[in-house]
């Protein structure tokens, strides 16, 4: 079975400074992986996805994430935190058909500091 | 990409009551999904929504409490049957397109809360 462990409930970090949310995950064969983020009073929004070929994926506001089979990681970058990045970030490991499951995270909360 | 509008974005709802939530998409999708999201909580999948047949629902979830209906490929709804407190939460609407079947897009979801 799939699985998807964010090690990090909740991380602070000041603006400016650099980000990095880790995601690992658990599956047999090369997965589909997903970075969504969620402000508050909203829903999901797709930031990155890492299907297959280059293993550092860019995505939505300036984000990327890299992908390590070794170490069955997805971890998420910024290089600069601007205060609006405060958010729920979720990582999730995709269905390989279409009918299949996508498993999520439990998310981690960013906390940007002035 | 794909836009998925809920309805109601909000509600405020009394205990024994029912609310129905809609789900609309932009985009022809192959599968619908209904997820709850508890306060600082990840996310539960409900049910699969499954176009002209009855929803595949994940084990905690009941046809009789979460009653849903998909009578086409864009548009579904969830009703949260004979509320209660515990049925506070956001639910979110959420869907696969027929094309990139792959990535899963969400709804803004419908946050309700149960007086």
């Known amino acids: 079975a799939q699985s998807v462990t964010q090690p990090d409930i909740h991380i602070t970090v000041s603006e400016g400074a650099s980000l990095e949310l880790r995601c690992n995950y658990s599956?047999?064969?090369?997965?589909?992986l997903f970075w969504y983020v969620q402000s508050p009073g909203q829903g999901l929004q797709l930031l990155l996805k890492?299907?297959?070929?280059?293993?550092l994926v860019q995505g939505i506001k300036g984000f990327e994430a890299e992908f390590k089979r070794s170490q069955s990681s997805f971890n998420l970058r910024k290089p600069s935190v601007h205060w609006s990045d405060a958010a729920e970030y979720f990582c999730?490991?995709?269905?390989?058909?279409?009918?299949?499951?996508?498993?999520f995270g439990d998310g981690t909360t960013l906390t940007v500091k002035p | 990409s794909a836009v998925i509008s809920q309805k109601p974005s909000r509600d405020i709802c009394q205990r024994g009551t029912s609310l129905t939530i809609q789900c609309q998409v932009d985009?022809?999708?192959?599968?619908m999904f209904w997820y709850r999201q508890q306060p600082g909580q990840s996310l539960t999948l409900i049910a699969t929504?499954?176009?002209?047949?009855?929803?595949?629902?994940e084990s905690g979830f009941v046809i009789d409490k979460f009653p849903i209906s998909r009578p086409n490929l864009t548009f579904s709804t969830l009703t949260v049957s004979n509320m209660s407190p515990e049925d506070s939460s956001i639910y979110l609407c959420?869907?696969?397109?027929?094309?990139?079947?792959?990535?899963?897009?969400f709804g803004p979801g419908t946050r309700l809360l149960v007086l």
């Open positions: 959420s869907a696969r397109l027929m094309q990139g079947w792959e990535t899963q897009y």
């Open positions: 599956y047999g064969a090369t997965p589909y």
């Open positions: 890492y299907f297959s070929g280059d293993t």
């Open positions: 999730a490991v995709g269905a390989q058909t279409n009918a299949g499951k996508s498993t």
């Open positions: 985009s022809q999708v192959t599968m």
């Open positions: 929504a499954n176009q002209g047949s009855e929803a595949t629902y």
